[in-house]
């Protein structure tokens, strides 16, 4: 018996990450955050109430008598009179629909005969109607894992909530760009045996999401939920974790932070608790139950039939991407791009770029910059296609890339315009050798010694990456020949 199962550790995790559709789940706005100003505001106030079994959920009450106000950004193309919840939902998103069912076959979960939306009642303002749409797709599926498998009770379809923008005293600001993005939300049982367990179940679900190519890139876009409890304590969920390698500290801090309250004679309670930057956590309400949950009555039961299953296509297992991408890149770069939240990105440039070249850029230099505190997560696949393509056409070298990228995020602005400013238009031959020739005048015993690594350190530093390794290896051992 280890250390977890003497304290009678218990763990699951919910899994939620939103979808890169065409629209949103249940309107035809974009799935994406606006980047102009909202074009107004509305203000709301929220209250519980009942759920399908006549009583008001214990977590909705407590959000009620908090008594607080809610103001909405609308915006022009991401929000409509859905998400203001002045109009009945569309039918459900059949796109977002097929991924869901492509997940919980990869994860071999029984999917139902019919689909049926509910409600989810959430006061905390996080949606304008009071509640949140969710569909469970998928039942009872198996997570293969290296401690062995961990079932799935539930693989759900849902919205994504508003984002928060500020919070003054009583009144908190959403924006509605957000609210409605499809969402999928993938619940395990408590079968995690340890912390870094939790972590590699955690990195696998979001691994198996991304090989769908459906997933939107970005921070936030996949948050954990952590269930935690140990014998004598009581079951707590953390909310919102984004960074995997966060899951082992917050269930270590849990685990301590409910044996302290055990080992003064309290009891710990059953509550919903925020995850914070420091690996700490803090309460924020109880903990929901069963009561919030009644049938959604503006839409229709989604009838699953075989035929329609048939027609599900079933991604590629890691395992397949893995031996198919040793035909296209080093080995040791193979793992890195499929945990890379750029791999469906990575899939659809390698096919017209060296792929080599552009994972090195995902899984190299888009890392370095975010080291250095620039915001990639705003690069677009229009920009990085622009980019390769300048490599491609040699307008700029590959060793380029770096810079680009940087001044990009800095200033803003277009891959073109970026290369304009920072004046690395790539270098012809003929310039290329009046840049070695006057090397040479400098370094006379280099060149008479043919220390190559030497002068291709000068010549590199010269060119500034505006030119690639390869060129002028080539070119300075012809003008060292002659």
Not at 103 to 117: N, Q, S, Y
Not at 213 to 218: A, E, L, N, V
Request: hydrophobic share 35%.
């Amino acid at each position: 018996m280890n250390e977890y199962e003497k304290i009678g550790f218990k763990c699951g995790i919910e899994i939620h990450n939103r979808l890169n559709t065409k629209t949103k789940l249940f309107c035809n706005c974009n799935p994406k955050f606006s980047e102009v100003k909202p074009i107004g505001i509305i203000k709301r106030k929220l209250r519980a109430v009942a759920g399908e079994l006549g009583q008001v959920d214990v977590a909705a009450i407590y959000e009620y008598l908090r008594d607080r106000s809610f103001l909405y950004q609308c915006y022009s193309e991401e929000s409509c009179l859905k998400e203001t919840d002045e109009e009945p939902p569309n039918s459900i998103n059949k796109e977002a629909l097929d991924v869901v069912l492509q997940i919980a076959l990869l994860l071999k979960a029984e999917i139902p005969d019919e689909i049926h939306i509910m409600r989810k009642t959430v006061v905390d303002g996080s949606n304008t109607c009071g509640f949140q749409r969710t569909a469970v797709v998928g039942l009872n599926g198996i997570l293969e894992t290296s401690l062995g498998k961990v079932r799935i009770t539930n693989i759900c379809l849902e919205e994504e909530s508003s984002g928060i923008v500020d919070q003054k005293g009583n009144d908190i600001s959403y924006r509605l760009d957000r609210l409605g993005i499809p969402l999928i939300e993938i619940g395990t049982a408590p079968d995690i045996k340890n912390p870094e367990h939790a972590r590699e179940v955690a990195e696998k679900l979001g691994m198996i999401i991304r090989s769908t190519g459906k997933s939107q890139r970005g921070l936030g876009v996949t948050r954990q939920d952590i269930n935690v409890s140990i014998a004598k304590g009581a079951r707590v969920e953390i909310k919102g974790v984004q960074a995997l390698d966060m899951i082992p500290q917050l269930i270590e801090s849990e685990i301590k932070r409910q044996d302290d309250l055990i080992t003064r004679g309290e009891k710990p309670k059953e509550e919903t608790r925020v995850a914070n930057e420091d690996g700490t956590t803090e309460f924020t309400r109880p903990l929901p139950g069963g009561e919030r949950l009644y049938p959604e009555t503006d839409l229709e039961t989604v009838v699953i039939t075989k035929d329609f299953l048939s027609k599900i296509k079933i991604p590629e297992t890691w395992e397949e991407k893995s031996k198919r991408f040793l035909k296209i890149l080093p080995k040791e770069m193979i793992d890195q791009v499929l945990r890379s939240d750029y791999l469906d990105l990575f899939e659809k440039l390698s096919k017209k770029y060296d792929p080599v070249i552009v994972a090195n850029t995902f899984i190299s230099v888009i890392k370095d910059l975010r080291r250095k505190g620039f915001e990639t997560e705003n690069l677009t696949e229009e920009q990085f296609e622009d980019l390769f393509s300048f490599v491609n056409k040699k307008a700029i070298s590959k060793e380029a890339i770096p810079s680009v990228l940087e001044n990009t995020c800095r200033e803003k602005t277009s891959i073109k315009e970026a290369i304009g400013k920072s004046g690395l238009k790539a270098l012809d031959e003929i310039e290329l050798r009046k840049i070695i020739r006057k090397i040479f005048e400098k370094y006379p015993h280099l060149v008479k010694e043919k220390k190559i690594s030497a002068l291709m350190g000068e010549i590199m530093k010269e060119t500034r990456g505006k030119i690639d390794g390869k060129t002028v290896s080539k070119v300075l051992n012809e003008e060292l020949s002659k």
